[in-house]
């Protein structure tokens, strides 16, 4: 398997810049998640790498293989990539078996090889037995499992995958998911997925790549990411989020609803700005003296959790927090919320 | 690989070109024995076939006849050129012929072929010669009309308003307004043609729906060639109820046109197509013309078809016949005074 | 030099971007060649047109008789294409839309008039209304006879309409008159756009329908010329303005196609759920279409049927087995030739779309109106000067192919373009070059499509006439010829069971090409899909 390197790279459609100077790199072996909004320019960017495009600035190298460089590129057939777009896009004229064979060039394997390896796919995928099925015959996971399979059966330096799992519905999903991240890092594979959800993106990969605008907006591990965001919108973007405005005072005390905090902060001069807290970080109570106090105006119950929405007496701030267990909430409640994670304050421009 | 490949495209280009450039030069070898012979016919099938079929059992020569409208025949003729498979052109109309002629693509007939054709239905340097006659009429339902025209020019008078058929777009016609054109000039026969247009002349598409008519007494009268009485009785399986009448003597309105037959200048059976021009001018088959399609025979002194007058009999006016190839200003006039 | 120069031609005409392979020289001169071909009867008709001397030629173009011509080809196109834009989207959108038992098989009868010539026809009314004449009824007749073309796109492009769409119209609370006009109509613009192309090409290249019926059209004005005057020059510069007709119409139609068609591999179509139920509709639809089909189809067969039973003559089997033999021989072969024509040409379409590959369709198309006495005289020209090819079957089925190239070319590009582009995206990656991405994924899956395209240029040529007279074999009959050579000495008895027997073996390609092709396939979760689309 190999490593990814992109650097300083730049794609135009037309006088539309989608891609602006964007690097990042990939160590063999990681999975790597793209994540963000339609038209961040992720599915654009996985194509470059495809070779399905010519960029107009930049490089991308597949481990030591300068493959694109604006004035020189390498065509996707001699990239080695193994490309599953949205929907897998079985042939459909060639059953599964066909399929899957069909980047194995027969001058370079014996027919023996051949179907040695469409068996060790299907092996891998959990369908032994369906070398001759059509594709019209298969469900949609079945031909995301297909076409994975056929991805990987030439063996290629690099798997990128296209929001294969967003035709699915949600059970199927995160069965099919995890299997899938499993089977490639069993295999070892470099990967890079690209996904418009939050929870796939921190749950499939080693990291998580923010674009925004044809940018990188943060690039880290799953943890960093969430934990520890570099903006208010990455925070956002990368899980439930509150946004409290603060202020932070000259004896280094944050003040924002939920409390006034002395720890120092380091800060030596007074910025009003935002407090990012995560909703699980809240913890809510019927009978704890401690923290303030608010009415219970909502209750989400999504079975593993629930998420209360508390209005808050003082301010009229509007608080959102994540328990679990068993409920005895109900609306109209009142309650004492408190904060009980980390200080994530970010200045005012 | 790639080079030899181009190699044969521009060959292949070459040899195209060149053959274009020069085509095949027609051959001045005759044939001696001919076995067989090339007939472009501009006379259809169901006619003239039996004719053929009888002349290759006789001269044991086989025919490769080619059918089709005589004037596309022509103009395929006038394209082909000096290279035309075609050894006879038989036509149904002399416009045609005079088109080929003037192309200078028949061969001169020697004189004793055809000789017993009248100079009138022969062309003047004997390119083409006629073969049958086919007489310009008016033809009637006698339980309406009374009173015959005497002359073509009458029918623009009141007694045959709305009563009138003609077909413009029928190439007899055509030929007939040529001839008018020819002798009277543009002028007049632009007034006439007008004068039966104020008269609610009825338009048909052919002259058969003419025939067709007066026997249904939609009309009472209408131009047409005179065998068209046969051929719609005999399409319809009945008799019908329609006369032929011919104009006083001398009246364009009788203009006799001919069928005929050229030899082409490409051929390289010069005698054998000639053969076929004497059988089919010869007294026995003019006769079975006459008998079968009721056309006229163009030999003096031959018989009728029934009923009508005998060729030299009809009062026709001279026309010369290779002056009536040129159609396009009669269309013309008939598009102008609105009947085409 | 020359390899150098053509090898840099292709190189830049094919470059887009970051696709850098050039269109190997042997591609390159097999399309050239077939352009070469192409544009003979054009070389042709210039050549005749410019024997004459310029003035000459402004004063054709000029005069009152041309630009009356000009008018009434103007008028009888636009009520053709009108009502059958009318006429087609409301029935193919009624079978598509409207909830009928076996909806699907009620476009079959619809597309069966295809087999039935124009001047057959023609003949068939004329005997039902013998004073049929005038531009409003070659308008009839020539609605009767295209409005099938009109059907058959418009209803392909119904198809491939994602039901997603209309469930989601319909949940938002549009009726049904909001849904047809703001999510149907924009996805089968394009559609209705060619299907008025191929009428309007159709109208304009006619014949047989329009002398019968008096009206003078560009192409009857054309063959006047040629018969009348023998003035091959002034017919030919009538071609040129016609030609010109039909770049104007090709032109309009590319402005008003989608360039992009929405592409989707897999997706939910309709199915009988989605169905309209109305019992207005229905009967809507089955009473137009019941009129039109008794008008197109019932009654010309019932007058062909009764003029053959008729006949006092007896049948000459013999005479009807070698035309028919003749006819179908000849045009299989013709629309063979013209599959192979266009191979290379959609060869390059699929693999090297460019500049190039644009041009070269563009001047194909422009012939689809050329009306067959152009390609006969232009073959004739050409072909009386190569010895024994001349007026032999392979000839004749060339001109075919010429004739109908468009057609083949127009079908193969669009059966290329069905194929969605992931697929071919997805094998490149996989390692397949250019060249093996069209060879093992675009022809395989468009091969159906392009095989129904073949099927209808061997349809019409079945039907073709003018040329068919001119470059026959002689002493070869084909159907077409048999029914011209009877009804031109009015023994339209004897023409019937030739005019019979060609509408019977006509309607065998017609009604395979009506079929709706893309099988529904059961998924296992009992969703019914579509694979690529065929037709």
Known sequence: MTSLDVSHLSVNFGDRTVINDLSFTLQAGEIASLLGPSGCGKTTLLRAIAGLLQPREGTIRLGTQLVGLSSVVLPPNKRRTGYVPQQGALFPHLNVAQNIAFGLSKKEFSQAEITKTISEMLALIGMPGYENQMPTELSGGQQTRVALARALAIKPKMVLLDEPFSALDAELRNELRSEVVALLRAQGTTAILVTHDREEALVSSDKVVLMRDGKIAQYGSPEEVYESPISPSVAVSTGDALVLSAHQAKDGSTSYALATLSAPTGAVSTNNG?????PEEISVSKSSAAGVAGTLIQLDYYGHDAMLVVKLSDSSEIIRARVAGPMDFAVGDLVKVEHRGPIRFFANA | MKKSLKALVVATAAVIAASLMTGCSSSEEQVANATELTVYSGRSEEFIAPFFAEWEQSAGIKLNVRYGDSAELAAQILEEGANSPADLFLSQDAGSLGAVAKADLFIELPNDVAESIPATYVAANRNWVGVTGRARVFAYNPDLLKVLPTSVTELGNAAYKGKLGIAPSNASFQAFVTALINAQGADFAQKWLEGLKANDVRIYPKNSAIVEAIDKKEISIGLVNHYYIWEVSEGLGREINVKNGFF????????????????????????????????????????????????????????????????????????????????????????????? | MATGVKDGLAHRFSASRGEPASIHPALFALVGLLLAVVLIPFVYLIIRAFEKPLPEIAQLLLRGKTLEVLGTTTALLAMVVIVNIFLGTLIATGIHFVRMPRAHLLIVPAVLPLAIPSYVFTYTWLALIPSLSGVFAAAFILILTTLPYMLLAILVSLRRIDSGFIEVARTLGLTRTQIFFRVVLPQIRGSISAGALLSGLYVLSDFGAVSLLNVETLTVSIQNMFKSSYDRGAASVISLLLILASIIFISVDERIKDKKAKENVFKRLSTDDSRIKSASLKTLLISTLGIYVTLALFLPIYVLISR????????????????????????????????????????????????????????????????????????????????????????????????????????????????????????????????????????????????????????????????????????????????????????????????????????????????????????????????????
Do not use: C
């Open chain 2, 248 to 340: 006083k003597s001398g009246d364009l309105g009788n203009m006799i046109n001919v069928s005929g037959a050229g030899v082409l200048t490409s051929s390289k059976k010069y005698a054998a197509a000639q053969e076929l021009i004497n059988f089919l001018t010869s007294q026995k088959t003019q006769d079975q013309f006459v008998a079968q399609t009721h056309e006229y025979s163009l030999i003096d002194g031959a018989k009728a078809p029934a009923g009508l007058p005998v060729l030299t009999d009809i009062g026709a006016p001279s026309v010369d016949l290779n002056a009536l190839k040129d159609i396009q200003k009669t269309q013309d006039l008939l598009v102008k005074v609105g009947l085409l």
């Open chain 1, 274 to 278: 935002y407090v990012v807290i995560r």
């Open chain 3, 308 to 535: 053959f039973i008729g006949n006092p003559n007896p049948l000459d089997i013999s005479g009807l087995a070698s035309a028919a033999l003749s006819t179908v021989t000849v045009s299989a072969l013709g629309a063979l030739i013209a599959l192979l024509f266009s191979a290379p040409l959609g060869f390059l379409i699929a693999t090297h779309a460019g500049r190039f590959s644009r041009v070269s369709e563009r001047i194909i198309l422009i012939g689809h109106a050329l009306p067959g006495v152009v390609i006969g005289l232009a073959l004739v020209s050409l072909g009386s000067k190569l010895g024994p090819i001349y007026q032999s079957i392979f000839l004749l089925a060339f001109a075919y192919a010429l004739l109908f190239l468009a057609k083949a070319v127009a079908s193969m590009t669009f059966s290329l373009q069905l194929v969605p582009q992931v697929l071919k995206e997805v094998a490149a990656t996989l390692g397949k070059s250019k060249t093996k991405v069209t060879t093992s994924v675009v022809i395989p899956i468009a091969l159906p499509s392009i095989g129904l395209g073949t099927l209808l240029v061997f349809l019409t040529a079945m039907k073709e006439l003018p040329a068919t007279l001119m470059l026959r074999p002689t002493g070869m009959d084909t159907l077409a010829t048999q029914i011209w050579s009877y009804a031109a000495i009015n023994r339209f008895n004897d023409a019937a069971p030739y005019a019979l027997l060609l509408v019977l073996i006509a309607a065998i390609p017609t009604f395979l090409l009506s079929l709706p092709w893309g099988d529904w396939e059961s998924k296992a979760d009992g969703t019914k899909t579509r694979v690529g689309s065929l037709m």
